[in-house]
């Protein structure tokens, strides 16, 4: 089956303009193929691609009607509502922090609307080419439709902002030290990494006040990225903002100073005072302001993440979290995993055996016996794959054991380790014949299980 007839049949072309922003050359990350709009790149696409890529970016002009001609992209293929909204939450993700990295540095020159994109459905309609009239909706960041529509030569509804802005290049994405803290060496968790992004799409909200909205908007999505930067609860958040400012920044008169004032403008602004109070910070020994609170909130805020980011990547805390979750907890959340037997899943089962410790009695030997005979039909099935007969069939004699003494089914532990253990050193650490990633997972949880089987069977207590 051909593209073309995937397209009509089994799923939806979908393409993601990006049309203020120019990438130097191709980047991938999370499963998003960014792409310059280099007539050769554009060339290499399938005809249906390419055509309907050539009648979409018709759609966007600069002020003064200008065609664009410098623009990035995206094509992927969707059958149904829970893979479009997995593509709009990893754009979304992807694209606040490429505003954040370039709108904290004002070198860059960068507009909040340069990082706007447009997903397109393509369907069998778009593709009808006897028709004269094409009509097309394009979600603004995955939100907002806006309708567009060719007729014959002509577009109608081209898009435009209020003012003219020419595309923004990017050179060397993939050395952004910001997408690499997220993409390529995390060093916090899933739920820590939605806090963060959530920061600094506030932040990068505050960049859409230019020339779009007014200051006062600004500073409300400024305070919005601190409370979120600091995980603040619902009481006392001007405290907590405060204490997290001094603990990151150090502590000063002035910045103390700068934290009441520029609460004391949020308020005003939120609570609808007739009198804003002003937007410039005075030093409390002056008589007239000198620093713009949106440009020191900007420059502070950046000052925090970015320290945020340094503790992080110098402190090694995950063996910390890790310790915390008991052995009893980790295998239940195994047995959940396991049931399921989805890949994902599986993966996550495997990697919370692999951190199964020696120092923790919370799991009974009873249930590590039983967890056994849960769990070891994957290895068995592994080793039987690599023709290691051998192994499989001395760890099967721990799934026959039927004894009362838990010191002797410890002895079939011991000698089933022994032999995995040559069989997992030589395998899954070869450089010349890697394996799968999943196949990886196993393995380490196959080793560290038969180890930890050991010493619970032979430990005091029950």
């Not at 505003?99 to 609307?113: D, T």
């Not at 509804?157 to 209020?162: C, L």
């Not at 396991?338 to 692999?354: G, M, P, V, W, Y």
């Not at 253990?421 to 799968?436: K, L, V």
Request: glycine share 4%.
């Amino acid at each position: 089956m051909g593209k073309s007839q995937k397209i009509q049949e089994n799923a939806n072309l979908t393409l993601v303009i990006f049309p203020y922003l120019f990438l130097s050359k191709e980047y991938n990350t999370d499963g998003i193929t960014l792409k310059p709009s280099f007539q050769n790149i554009i060339d290499q696409e399938e005809p249906i691609v390419k055509k309907q890529l050539l009648r979409i970016a018709e759609f966007f002009r600069y002020a003064y009607n200008k065609q664009v001609n410098a623009w990035s992209y995206y094509i992927a293929y969707l059958s149904n509502k829970k893979d479009w909204f997995s593509l709009r939450d990893r754009l979304n993700n992807l694209i606040t922090i490429l505003r954040y990295s370039n709108l904290s540095e004002p070198r860059n020159n960068a507009l909040f609307s340069h990082f706007d994109y447009f997903i397109f459905e393509v369907n069998h309609l778009h593709l009808d080419d006897s028709s004269e009239f094409h009509y097309y909706d394009g979600l603004l960041n995955g939100e907002n439709t806006i309708g567009f529509h060719t007729h014959k030569d002509s577009v109608g509804n081209p898009f435009s902002f209020h003012y003219e802005m020419s595309p923004l290049v990017l050179e060397d994405i993939e050395n952004d030290r910001y997408l690499q803290k997220f993409y390529s060496h995390r060093s916090f968790s899933n739920k820590e990494e939605k806090r963060l992004l959530r920061a600094m799409e506030w932040f990068n909200r505050s960049f859409a006040t230019t020339k779009e909205v007014d200051q006062a908007d600004a500073i409300i999505h400024l305070e919005s990225a601190f409370e979120a930067l600091f995980k603040t609860d619902r009481e006392g958040i001007k405290a907590q903002v405060q204490s997290g400012l001094i603990q990151f920044l150090g502590e000063t008169n002035e910045l103390i100073d700068w934290i009441n004032q520029f609460w004391k403008l949020r308020c005003a602004i939120v609570h609808g005072d007739a009198e804003l109070k002003p937007f410039f910070f005075q030093h409390t020994k002056g008589s007239k302001g000198h620093r713009d609170h949106v440009v020191m909130g900007r420059k502070i805020f950046t000052r925090c993440l970015d320290t945020f980011f340094q503790i992080r990547g110098s402190t090694y805390s995950c063996d910390i979290h890790e310790e915390l979750v008991s052995n009893e907890v980790r295998i239940k959340e195994t047995k959940k995993c396991l049931q399921n037997r989805a890949a994902n899943d599986l993966k996550e089962a495997f990697h919370l055996i692999s951190g199964l410790r020696k120092d923790d009695t919370s799991f009974s030997k009873k249930d590590t016996v039983a967890f056994g005979k849960m769990f070891l039909p994957f290895v068995i099935e592994d080793l039987r794959q690599e023709n290691k007969n051998d192994i499989a069939t001395n760890i099967e004699t721990i799934l026959k054991w039927s004894g009362s003494k838990y010191s002797d089914l410890a002895l079939i532990y011991n000698e089933a380790s022994t032999k995995y253990q040559e069989f997992y050193f030589s395998n899954s650490h070869s450089i010349s014949n890697p394996i799968p990633i999943e196949t990886s997972f196993l393995r380490s949880a196959g080793y560290t299980f038969l180890d930890f089987a050991i010493w619970r069977l032979l430990t005091f207590f029950d």
